[in-house]
Structures are given as C-alpha cells and as structure tokens.
C-alpha cells in the first residue's frame, strides 16, 4: 500500500513542466490528425506513389540502421574503450552530424562520394559506378545523418556496463574478439536496441542530407519527407494525408519492436 | 478573441518581429517611407531583389527591408497560413492565384518573364551536343545521349515548366532527379554532378562562368511570367506599394533585364 | 612448485613488492587491509594487469617476465570473484561451461563438463536457470564451477565470500574448504577475514602497504602476530617492548611481567579473554597490574569486548553481566590484572 502512495507522490515543480512537456510534443500530432482529411486517405493510399516512396522509405531506413550497426558499434567500442590519444577529438568529430544541417550534409557527400567528389570521381573511373540518385545515395545520406544516434547510445551503454565481466572473460579463456561477441555484445544489447531505433526512426524522418544527396526521383530515391515536403507545395491536404500515413506505420513498428523487446526482457 | 490576439502578440514578440501597430510605417517628415517592410520573393529573384532591397533602403533611410527568398508554393502556402508580409513576388501565376482564391490579394501585377535554359556544367557534359549556331536548336538537338539531368519537381512552378518543355521535346523520361527549386537544379550543374538541368535564364546570369547554358525553341511554350502584388492585411502597406512601384519602374526593370528577365 | 611469482608494480599511490610460492595443491592465503595490494596482486598474476617488472612462472611456464606478458585468455587459470559476475545472459550450465567452450571443447562435451561440475557444487538441475535467479551462495557456487570446470593450473578466489550473508558464507566456506582439497593445482586466496584464511589456507602471507610483513601457517600467524593489523584481526593485544629477564620493557614506557626470560626486541601479546578487570583496586599476586580507562565497548556475543586505554593498551573481554554489575561505559577507569603466564612472548 506505501509503494502505491510513493509512486503517486510525483511533486508538484516536476508534474507541471512534464504536463507541458507532454502537451508541446502531442499537439500538433493531434493538430494534424485534426486536420487530417480522412475522407481522402483512402484514395492517397492507393496511389502507387504513396506506396512507393512509403515502401522506399521503410527500405532505406532499415539498410541505413544496418549500416549503422555494422559501423556503429565497433566505433561506439572504441570511443567508449580504447584509450588512444585523439579519442576526445574523435568522439566530436563523430557527432558532428547532429549538428550539422542536414542539407550541408548532403552537400558534404558530394563533395566526397559525388561524380566529381573525392571518392566518388575515382568510384566512376575505375568502375563506373555513380552514386548520387541513386537508392543507395538514400541509405548512405541517411546513415550519415543518423548513425551518430546508434554511436552515441551505444557508447553510453558500454561506458555504463561493468568491464569486469569483460575481466571474467578474459580469465576463461577469451581473446578480445570473443570476449566481445559473447561477452559485451550481449550485456550492452538492450543500448543497442535503443540506438537501433533512434537511428531508424532519424533516418526514417531524414529530409535535408536526402533531397540533396540523393536527390528526389519516384520510387529510386523519393521517400516520404520528400514526398510530403514537395506535396506541401501544391496540396497542404496531401502532406498531411502522408505525414500521417508515415507517422502511423513507424508508430506500429516501434510499438511491435518494443513489445517484443518487454517481452524478453521480463522474462529475464 | 482576446486570448487569441494575445497568444498572436506573443507568437509575434517571439519571433522578434515588433508590433505592426507601432511600425507600421507612414509618411516620415521627409515623407519617405518608415518601419519594416517584409517582402516574400521567388528564389530566381535572389539576386534582383536584393539589390532592389537595397536601393529602397537608401531612398528611404526610415525604412528596414527584410526579402525572404523561397520557392514560390512555399512562400504562397505560408501566406495562406497567416504569415505577415507586405509584398508577394511570385515566379508563376498559379501560386499568385492561390493567394487570390484566399482572397489576400485583388490586384497583381505582371513585372518579369522567365524561360528555360539548357544549363551544362562549364567543363562540358556527357549527353549534350552544343549548337552548331544555326538559329535556335530544339532541346531535341541538343539532347542526343542520355545525359543525367535535374530538372524542378513538378510541384513547383519552374518544375511546371520544365514538364511542358520536356513533354514537348519528347524527353518526359529523361530527368534523373525532380529538386526542391530552380536553385537546387543550378547547384547541382554547377557541382558537375548532373550533366544537364532546366534552369530560367535568370539563373543562368547569376551563375555566370559557373555553367554554359543554351536557348532552345522549346522553351517559348512554358514562359513563366512573375506577378507581384500587396496582400490584403500588409502591415506596412505603404512601403510596400512604393517597393512595387519600384519593381515597376524603369529602374526596377533594367534591373530586372540585366539580371537576364524578360519583360512579361 | 606451481606458481613462483615476484612482482613489483606501481599504481596510483601504492607501490606492490611481493615474492611468493604455491606448492602444486597448497592454498595460499593473501591477508591484508583494503588497499594493500592485494587484487592488484592477483590481477597481475591473472594477467588482467601488466607488472612493471618482475616474473610469474607457473607450473613451468613463463607467464610474465618483466618484457613479454602472456595475455589473460592464454593462461590456464580459473579465477573467482567477490560479486559472482556470472554473465547475465547465459544460462548458469552455458557459464559454467564458457571457458570450455571459448578454449575449443564441443558443445556437447562442454555441457556434460558443465552439468558434472554443477551437480558437484550442489546446483545439480539448476543449469538452466537464469543467474539473477540464483541465491547469493549458489552464485559463489555457479562461479566456483566455472573456473574450475577448465582443470586451471592456478586457482585465483578474490574476496569469494566477503559478499555473502553470515550463514550462507559458514556453509560455502565448508564447500570451497572441500573443492580446494580435491584440488591440484594452487590456490591463492585472497581475502580481509582471517577466520577464512585460518579455515582454508595451508600458509598465510599478509600484506600491508605493498609489502609482505608476515608469512607463516595460519596458526604461527595468529598465534604470533607480528603487526597491529593481525593482532587486531586475531583478538590480541600486541605489545613491542624489550625483553629484561622476566619483564618487558615496552616501547612506551611500561613494564609486562612475563613467565619466561627473554632478551632483546620482542612482541608481547595478550588474549582478550586473559585480562581481569576489578573496579577497585585488587589485592593478590597479579604481578600486571594497570589503572586504565574504558575507550570503547562493542557486545560479542555473550561477552563485551572492551578496549582499554593507559599505561598499557589492551583489549578485554568481559562478561555482559559483569560489564553491567562494574558500570563498565566508556571513560570509565578501572583495574586490569594479567597473569604473567597468560603473556605470550616472541621475538621480534
């Protein structure tokens, strides 16, 4: 009975501000549902565009987190374990993207992995392979832009994990590699997760780095922000129609992640 | 209503505008004009209209102008959606219509025409033949391979445009990317990372030895023409009529004509 | 000899300089207060550590040498740690049966090897469970398993009981007393309770500061204790002073009157249960005989161990009843009387 009335103690200079919190983010969510034209979604939703760029978004947020996991970790490893020199320096150069606008992101691609771009000019004469336009250009745009999301979480995690387990390894005979596959992975996964999601979610919702980098083309590199932005143009009606098309299915996604994940967790 | 009103003066003091009340400007004793004026502006009249903006300034020294430059849908939508401004220069006649179903706007004025160039990176391009300086080229002649090329989304007015033209040349299937705005196209070209983009000849001007750019025949049949008017509810209505009046002028258009416009 | 190490090394404000020697199936006690060295001491002998010179050989194999150090994960040890540190994510069989894997077993030799090891530690059926559903005690008993299912050539217990509560730490002492007989290899125990290193050691070696200031069977060790760290460890009040005959001069000034002759440099240690206390002064033959006052007083079960301060520093037990009859509260003065016999006297 003392815990019900603890848990229900929230003080008063906390609850006010947090009820605020909660109105300033879930407003305009509820402003746009308001505003919602229903009776079009039905016929938005049968347009082959919509699905596409719907289709194409989901796509190249899922390779983006992918992408992000593969380099992401070892990076996150690194900055939180490593105690090489310049590791401060690193660490903000890594989180440069969070700051940096979006759009001057993209542009910062084409200078390295556009057809006259650093990398990119040696990619087209050695093996003809161009990438702005492309759908990989959407993955690579919106991996630049949200893997520092997955960098971050999951260094934290690692710096809040207890290196010891990683000493109990060690003395069962692990090496570093397998010490770190079975041993660290696995306690800083639920980090991990956490990351993994953010990062989606940021790529999911990526516009800037996209539209400049990837450029806007339906069904190879026009995703839903593009798609809502250049609809907001002509058609308020049909930007929001898609905005919420776009909300509800990430929406469902992290929901469904998220039980799943509950759901493991506490049977642990 | 009177929350309302409040929670507007609010919005206002937080996006550091002053009230219109007190700046709404009005003849100053040397009867130049006063207080701010807020201009919205196509993004092709970037370079135009800043220096219009600037001569306005020195004519009347009261006088602050603010331009804020987009493509022209955006700049309608936010007109529509209530943002204070005195004067709507817009790149097309569809957007400025928009304002007048709205009924923000009851009289507009044509000031300038713009047409589509050709525009190539400086150092040549892969996909297009230069003229041979016989008369006008079709852009048929000029596009002979399958350059990559960006041209405006279609939802904003030089993306109208570069639709028609392209429809007409029978090259509707060649663009590789659709960008935001005339200016994005441009940028694109001149980064070399396109071979080829639709831009208006004003743009073409302001990029100077950046980009090569060819005429085509085409081009006649998608001329935007730029209307500008005062919006119903300008705070500072009379700045803004003497800055339409200076777009007009014989001044405002050699202006305009130097920075590669045409004459509407 | 299994292990020989001699080791110095300096972190942070401690210098660590040990030598020492595990027979093949001896357990070596490390004693000392927090701060002594003594984890770091293990970790170097773990490998978790670099030293900054010294050797580490054991059964034969070099595993540091002052240049080259043999990484943790190639030394065949097994080591047991205060908290357990059983990895969350694994089964408590898969923990037990890590190191057998990560050294090439196959999986379904590594279980068997895991599931023999549990039923011997008593977890026998529990090798599916999930650590965090384990009790303390079973967890110290999971984790004993686990470094030892490997076969290690050197047994490294850091702490292995100081986190378990006063029962559970009685019955896994029993237990571990039991494995380390069955064991082979060498053991080193390091720990901050004596009575642990008095029921599971073959020879203790203390260390304070980074040095080894005792080293000795349990029973030498706490018999003789020969600094003040030990002999409070132990119970005794251990007095340096100067033999004279049947007297020692103690380095403060005062006289202990002992049963035997001694000469020069000696410790004199008196049990907590040989001195009297009286609230006046006593007639009779006690020939030690000293006014002192009541310091502190702490209840041990059905006696109260006092502590007194005077001429001569001692500590007493009394009873609860007498203490309450004597109005025994700190700053209290009293009499304390010890028999000459009752004086143990070694040198120094």
Known sequence: MSRTREGAGVPVPLLVPAALGVAFLVLPLLGLLVRTPWSELAGQLAEPAVGEALRLSLVSATLATALSLVLGVPLAWVLARSRARGRSVLRALVTVPLVLPPVVGGVALFLVLGRQGIVGSWLDDAFGITIPFTTAAVVIAETFVAMPFLVISVEGALRAADTRFEDVAATLGAGRWTTFRRVTLPLVAPGVAAGAVLCWARALGEFGATITFAGNFPGTTQTMPLAVYLALQRDPDAAIVLSVVLLAVSLATLLLLRDRWLGRTGAA | MRTRALLVAALLALAGCTDPAQDGGGPAADGGATGTLTVFAAASLIDVFTELGARMEEEHPELDVRISYSGSSALATQLVQGAPADVFASADETQMARLEDAGLVTRAELFAANRLMLAVPADGSAGVTAPDGAGIPSLRDLVTGDPTMAVCAPEVPCGEAAAQVLRAAGLADVPDTYAEDVRSVLSLVELGEVDAGLVYVSDVHAAGDAVLAYAFSESARAVNRYPIAVPSGAPNAEAARAFVDLVLSDAGQAALADAGFQRP | MSLQASVGTRRGGLHLRVDVEVADGEVLALLGPNGAGKSTFVRVLAGLLRPDEGRVVVGGEV?????????????????????????????????????LRTRGTR?????????????????????????????????????????????????????????????????????????????????????????????????????????????????????????????????????????????????GGAAVAVAEEV???????????????????????????WRERVVGATPHGATVRCELDGEVPLVADVTATSFAEMGLAPGAEVWAGVKASEVAVYAR
């Open chain 3, 63 to 99: 595993w540091d040498d002052g240049s080259t150090s043999r990484p943790a994960h190639r030394r065949a040890l097994g080591m047991v740690f205060q908290d357990a540190l059983l990895f969350p994510h694994l089964s408590v069989a898969d923990n037990v049966a890590f190191g």
């Open chain 3, 107 to 251: 999986r379904a030799e590594a279980r068997a090897a895991a599931a023999g090891w549990l039923a011997r530690v008593g977890l026998d059926g529990l090798g599916d469970r999930r650590p965090a559903e384990l009790s303390g005690g079973q967890a110290q008993r999971a984790a004993l398993a686990r470094a030892l299912v490997g076969d290690p050539a050197l047994l490294l217990l850091d702490e292995p009981l100081s986190a378990l509560d006063a029962r559970t730490r009685l019955t896994v002492r029993a237990e571990l007393r039991r494995h380390l007989a069955g064991f082979r290899g060498g053991t080193v125990l390091v720990t901050h309770d004596p009575v642990d290193a008095m029921a599971l050691a073959d020879r203790v070696v203390v260390l304070e500061e980074g040095r080894v200031v005792q080293a000795g069977t349990p029973v030498e060790v706490a018999r003789r204790p020969r600094t003040d760290y030990v002999a409070r460890l132990v119970g005794l009040s251990l007095l340096p002073g100067t033999g004279e005959g049947r007297s020692v001069r103690l380095d």
């Open chain 3, 263 to 289: 000469t020069g440099p000696v410790f004199a240690a008196i049990r907590p249960e040989s001195v009297a206390l009286y609230a006046t002064r006593p007639d009779g033959s006690t020939r030690n005989l």
